[in-house]
Structure formats: C-alpha cells, structure tokens
C-alpha cells in the first residue's frame, strides 16, 4: 500500500504559476504510477484526469486542456511527484488529487485504473 499526500494548492491569479507536490508514504513508491485528477464540485463536473506519469517517469500523459503548460515529474529518491502548472486559467479551479497505481511500468491515465487516493488539494484560479 502507499498513503499519498498532496500540497502545494492555493489562490492564484490567471496567468500564474502553481506547484503542486505529491508525497507517497511506502517503500515500494518507486512501483506506482501517479496520476492528478482534479474536481471542482462547485461545478458538479466529473473528476477530470490531468496528467500522469510512469513509475520510472519515462512515460507520461497529459489532458489536452493542460498540455504544454503543465509538466508532471517525480523524484524517487524522495517518493515525490509534482505537477507544475503554467498560465493557469479560470477553469483550472478545483480540488487537485493525487492517485496511485501498482505495478503498470507503462502508466495509465485511466481512472478505473488507480487504487490509491490523497485527501486533495485546493487550486483556486482568480481574474
């Protein structure tokens, strides 16, 4: 098992920058496929997959309304995994969660796929 524990969210204006960290507590964290989903529920919007990244950071994905200005990465060493996110807009707004997978060297941006859930981190975007 691995306990995710995210960080990192808060109020930024539209166009800033945010860095949202993701901290897995386990020894085999080096294992798991991590993925970002966000959900703003103020908007009942499903939960919307972000970006992910394999366990060796050799593959990742990316939601087509984020790529090229958001980059996911990891660190190992450190059981991190973060997500930086340029020229955020308004629809960025939303609770940030942070999930794992076990053993999928190719990772996965599906849901269904993910086992393990952080408890979310706000990211409110402002005009």
């Known amino acids: 098992q691995v306990q995710l524990v995210e960080s990192g969210g808060g109020v930024v204006q539209a166009g800033d920058s945010l860095r949202l960290s993701c901290k897995g507590f386990g020894s085999t964290f080096s294992r798991y496929t991590i993925g970002w989903f966000r959900q703003d529920a103020g908007k009942e919007r499903d939960i919307e997959f972000v970006?992910?990244?394999?366990?060796?950071?050799?593959?990742?994905y990316y939601a087509d309304s984020v790529n090229g200005r958001f980059t996911i990465s990891r660190d190992n060493a450190e059981n991190m995994v973060y997500l930086q996110m340029n020229n955020l807009k308004l629809e960025a707004t939303a609770v940030y969660y942070c999930l794992g997978d076990r053993d999928r060297p190719f990772g996965t941006r599906s849901l269904d796929d993910f086992d393990y859930w952080g408890q979310g981190t706000q990211v409110t975007v402002s005009s």
């Open positions: 970006a992910s990244i394999s366990w060796n950071g050799d593959t990742t």
